[in-house]
């Protein structure tokens, strides 16, 4: 394996991304975007899906039964086809070419993207749709995204391994029960790429997180009080839910009853989402991991839903190091994150 036949490199940004990118990458960056589009935006793990399904059912007139549709027919993550690699099973095949649904898909749409401010649609600097940012503190995500990689990537690092490659960029080979997993970071911090070759089921699968966290949420949040753009953190929905609810549903100029609120608050709760087929990827996952026992059936997609819970995983040491990056990016700009 050399990093060469996993990634390409994307400029603006120097940020790498698999193959996959290059079939896709002009076409989003030339998308047709649409007044009344709504996007949301974030690093992965910050809760996306979350804020995805509240955006789309406020846009929708809290429509429960069109909800059960896969949240990705509803409100499609822009760059998927990229993420899926060459794999050409079935399954994937059934999710089709994701900037074509996007393209497609009648107003008003609700689309949803991890790439970062320099690769997104040209014109959304242009015509100015709503944006909704979503944001979490980076030591929750490292986390939560650890887990993720074990659960989608089967990546079997150890967490102190996994905050290697997001703070520092580095380059490894980890074995695991099937065959091995190259994985690589470049340039620096979560520049991390994995390209994994599961021999066994002739399953090659490559993806990307979209590169540096500190900077993706300092674009956004230099550019908070522009009106067509809203940001929220993970950890102020979790702190109040109904008013989340209230200041993204005046922002998308909808109004409900409370007792359309309340049923909304129900609908999103982590219990309800977790058992929901249509959100928790858990159809999507079943189809990839068919043939194999997954070693943690706990570790879910929507999986601890908590603020903190980093503690239970991170020494002083490297809580230490995630400090010294908040310090070095956000200090200047006054974000921070108070957990
Ligand atoms: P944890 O891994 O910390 O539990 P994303 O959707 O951007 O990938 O983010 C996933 C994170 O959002 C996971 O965090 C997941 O549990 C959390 N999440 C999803 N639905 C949630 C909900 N209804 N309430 C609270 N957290 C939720």
């Known amino acids: 394996f050399g990093v060469e036949n996993c990634l390409i490199e994307v400029n603006p940004g120097n940020i790498l991304l698999p193959p996959k990118y290059e079939e896709i990458g002009e076409r989003i960056l030339n998308l047709e975007v649409k007044f009344d589009d709504v996007w949301l935006v974030s690093y992965p ?9 509240m955006v789309w059912c406020i846009i929708n007139n809290l429509d429960y039964e069109g909800a059960k549709l896969l949240s990705q027919f509803r409100a499609p993550l822009l760059e998927l086809t990229a ?9 994937k095949n059934a999710l089709g070419n994701s900037v074509e649904q996007v393209e497609n898909m ?11 401010w320099d690769l997104l649609p040209t014109q959304l600097k242009i015509i100015k749709p709503k944006i909704i940012y979503v944001a979490r503190n980076p030591k929750d995500i490292s986390v939560s995204y ?14 102190e391994d996994f905050c290697e490659l997001f703070l520092h960029g580095k380059k490894g080979i980890a074995s695991t029960r099937y065959e091995k997993i190259i994985w690589e970071t470049f340039r620096h911090f979560a520049y991390l790429f994995m390209r994994i070759n599961i021999k066994k089921r002739n399953y090659e699968y490559v993806t990307a997180p979209v590169g540096n966290i500190w900077k993706h949420v300092s674009e956004f949040w230099k550019r908070r009080h522009e009106p067509h753009i809203l940001f929220l953190k993970y950890e102020d929905m979790k702190k109040n839910h109904k008013q989340t609810i209230a200041q993204v549903s005046e922002f998308l100029g909808k109004k409900f009853a409370e007792e ?15 058992q929901n087929p249509a959100i928790n990827l858990e159809p999507i996952l079943e189809k990839m991991y068919d043939s194999v026992e997954r070693e943690n059936a706990e570790n879910k997609f929507i999986r601890k839903g908590q603020v903190g819970d980093w503690r239970n995983y991170m020494s002083n040491e490297l809580s230490e190091k995630f400090d010294e990056m908040n310090e070095k990016y956000w200090n200047d700009i006054d974000l921070f994150f108070d957990n």
């Not at 993420?83 to 399954?91: I, M, P, Q, S, V």
Request: charged share 20%; net charge positive.
């Open 83 to 91: 993420l899926f690699g060459n794999d050409k099973r079935e399954w």
């Open 260 to 274: 359309e609120i309340n049923g909304l608050i129900e609908h999103l709760s982590f219990s309800k989402m977790r």
């Open 106 to 116: 009648p107003s008003p749409r609700c689309i949803k993207t991890h790439l970062p």
């Open 146 to 159: 650890f887990h993720y990689c074990n659960l989608i990537h089967d990546f079997h690092g150890t967490y």
């Open 45 to 53: 793990r910050t809760g996306s899906t979350w804020a995805q399904e």
